[in-house]
Structure formats: structure tokens, C-alpha cells
């Protein structure tokens, strides 16, 4: 089949999402519970698809949403830092900040805004994101200007500090595969910051170097993740075709924690049917992704932010084998998806509007009013 694959035929993809979901809802044994957050669900697919097509999504407002997460993460992140620093002089200031005063080695964990320090630790990790590519695409500009580069390196240590204080490992995991992505589709120059922040994922894990045994190192490095994996893996094998319905791995298990495995938690809520559909989406839109930032590779700025969307992708893949924090009744990066659909459109309607914004970037994508 020719042409874009994945955005002919999204609709299919969604309508068969949400009649699972209605369907897994009306049998489920935790009714009352399911049919809310499914109803829920259905009304934000909605609201995800009225988005896509009120305000489409263009590169442009990508390296403004680039900016945009850079600001916020340094905000944050200078207030968990203080907030930390109050914490060790005994001051109460900013206490908010601050999930645990004295948590590993002697350092507070932050969570700063959030009321977790991992859900904290994810966003830095979009922050960071944006930040490393907004300096790859003006770094030409930036180079001569050595105040600008110090900045950067400033706001970025910020940042990384902040993270550090989350010891979030899925965090730094999904921050690892980004750089690693980005550098290699970029430049394909080795880097030592994947090694690094790999090394952080054990480190702060200092269970594991008092681990008598292998299964004991395994439990101490992944927090207990393996008991509720076994525990959604039993539930998943009771209900395999249609799941328990949204809502129902904390209505029928009373369990507060999450699988925190996002894959996972579907697989117990909406089965089979459900996990397939959502894998499905992902392969189709990261393959047709990887072809349009393909054919951008000669045009620097076109390519830089698509491969930069492209390894973010990759590495909140990995993140939620790890996490289920962008999971809430279905999986937030399925409404990433529907809202970044725009971008695997026909250029021509996409950049109609957006001629002389693109003009100085070599005009790759200035196309005639259609028709």
C-alpha cells in the first residue's frame, strides 16, 4: 500500500479502541467503577481528536513547545533545589518540595510541584528533552555567542540536579535512551551521558550492592515492581480477551499502587484486544514518523526536531515498561499520538497557512494553496 499508512486509517484504529473499552466496561464485575473512567476515556479520545483538528500541530509549535518545557523545568527545578537546600539548613521554606527529607545517601527526594517525585522526574525528562534540542537546532547561532552557551549549560544542571534528587531510575532510563538516539541520529558521535545516566539507575538503588543474591539484587532494583507484576499478570490470565474494564486493576485488586507497567496495566483493564489495538498504534505512527523525518534529512531544522520527537518517543516507550504515571484510564501517549497526527500529513494542507515562517529555513515544505 503507498503512502502514509497510519493516518488514512487512524479512525479504524480508534473506533475499535473505544468499542473495546465500552465493551469491557458493560461485562465487567466492577461495573459502576469502569463505565465512569470509561466514559471518562471516551470523552478525552474525543477532545484529543477535536484538538488535532481545531489547532494542528507544525514544527513550529513544537520548538515553541521546546521553549515552553525548558522554562518550566528550570522553575521547578530551582524550586526543588532551594526547597532541598531549605531542607538541609532546617528551615521549613518550601517544605512542599520535598517528598522525603533524608532519603538515600543522605539527600532529600523532591518531587517539587507533583505529588511524586517519579511523575516529577517524567517531566524533567520532557524538559531536558527540549532543551538539547532547541540548542542542536540554533547551536550554529549560539556558538559565537558564549554567554548563550553558558546559560544553557546552567539551566541544564539545574535540571539534571533536579532529576538526580527524583532518583526516578525509569526517569533517567528513558533520558539515557533519548541522548543516545538523538546524538546517534544526529551526528553519530559516541556519548558518555547514556553510560552515565544509566550508572545513576544503580546507584540509586543501593539496596542492590547489599543483595546476598541475584533474585534478592533483581527485587532491590526494580522496588517491588516484580510482586505487582506477578499480581496484574494473574489478573491479566483471568481476564485475557476483554480485561477487568478501565478502572478495574484498583476496584477489584484495592490495590493503591499501580502495575507500574503501563503495557501491562492495559493488558489488565482492556485484554488482549486492547493492548494489541494500542501496540499497533505505536508501531504504525513511530514507522511513519521515521519516514517523514527521513525524507527531512537533508534540511537541518525539519530533521533535527523530528528525530528529536522521534528518540522522546523511544525513550517514553521504554519508560512505561517502568511506570504507569502516563497511564490514566488509557495511556496518555495515545493521545500524544492522535494530537501529533498533523505531522504525518500531506504537507501542502499542513504548511498552507505557514509560507513565510519556513521561508528562511530553505522552504522544504512551502507548497501552493491546494487546488
Known amino acids: 500500500m503507498q503512502g502514509i499508512y497510519f493516518p488514512r486509517f487512524r479512525y479504524v484504529l480508534m473506533a475499535l479502541q473505544a468499542a473495546v473499552m465500552v465493551v469491557a466496561a458493560l461485562f465487567s464485575i466492577a461495573r459502576e467503577t469502569t463505565l465512569l473512567v470509561s466514559l471518562r476515556s471516551l470523552f478525552l479520545l474525543l477532545a484529543a481528536y477535536s484538538l488535532s483538528v481545531l489547532f494542528p500541530c ?15 523545568g528550570t522553575f521547578m527545578g530551582i524550586t526543588a533545589l532551594a526547597g532541598a537546600a531549605c531542607s538541609h539548613l532546617g528551615l521549613d521554606l518550601l517544605a512542599f518540595a520535598i517528598d522525603k527529607p533524608s532519603y538515600m545517601y543522605g539527600l532529600p527526594q523532591v518531587k517539587s ?10 517531566l524533567l525528562v520532557f524538559c531536558i528533552a527540549g532543551l538539547i534540542i532547541l540548542f542542536t537546532l540554533f547551536r550554529d547561532r549560539v556558538e559565537r555567542k558564549g554567554l548563550v552557551v553558558v546559560l544553557f549549560y546552567i539551566v541544564l544542571a539545574i535540571q539534571l540536579s533536579a532529576l538526580t534528587l527524583t532518583f526516578s531510575r525509569a526517569a533517567f532510563v528513558a533520558l539515557a535512551l533519548f541522548v543516545s538516539c538523538f546524538a546517534w541520529l544526529n551526528n553519530r558521535r559516541p556519548s558518555v551521558a547514556p553510560l552515565l545516566l544509566l550508572g545513576a539507575v544503580v546507584l540509586f538503588s543501593r539496596q542492590a550492592f547489599e543483595s546476598t543474591n541475584m533474585s534478592e539484587m533483581l527485587i532491590a532494583l526494580f522496588s517491588g515492581r516484580l510482586k505487582l507484576w506477578a499480581e496484574g499478570f494473574r489478573l491479566f490470565t483471568q481476564y485475557p480477551l476483554l480485561g477487568t474494564g478501565l478502572g478495574g486493576w484498583f476496584a477489584i485488586t484495592g490495590n493503591r499502587l499501580s502495575p507500574h507497567n503501563t503495557y501491562l496495566h492495559l493488558a489488565v483493564e482492556l485484554g488482549l484486544a486492547g493492548l494489541t489495538l494500542y501496540i499497533t498504534c505505536i508501531v504504525l505512527f513511530m514507522r511513519d514518523l521515521k519516514k517523514v523525518m527521513q525524507k527531512a534529512v537533508t534540511y537541518k531544522f525539519h530533521y533535527t526536531v523530528l528525530s528529536g520527537l522521534y528518540s522522546l518517543c523511544l525513550g517514553l516507550l521504554v519508560h512505561q515498561c517502568f511506570e504507569s504515571y502516563l497511564y490514566h484510564g488509557l495511556p496518555l501517549f495515545l493521545f500524544v499520538i492522535i494530537l501529533l497526527q498533523p505531522l504525518l500529513r500531506e504537507p501542502g494542507a499542513l504548511y498552507l497557512f505557514r509560507e513565510r515562517a519556513w521561508k528562511e529555513y530553505g522552504g522544504v515544505w512551502i507548497y501552493r494553496k491546494a487546488g
Do not use: H
Request: charged share 5%.
Open 58 to 72: 507544525t514544527l513550529e509549535t513544537l520548538t515553541w513547545l521546546c521553549f515552553g518545557l525548558g522554562l518550566a
Open 113 to 122: 510541584y507533583f505529588a511524586n517525585p517519579n511523575a516529577f522526574g517524567l
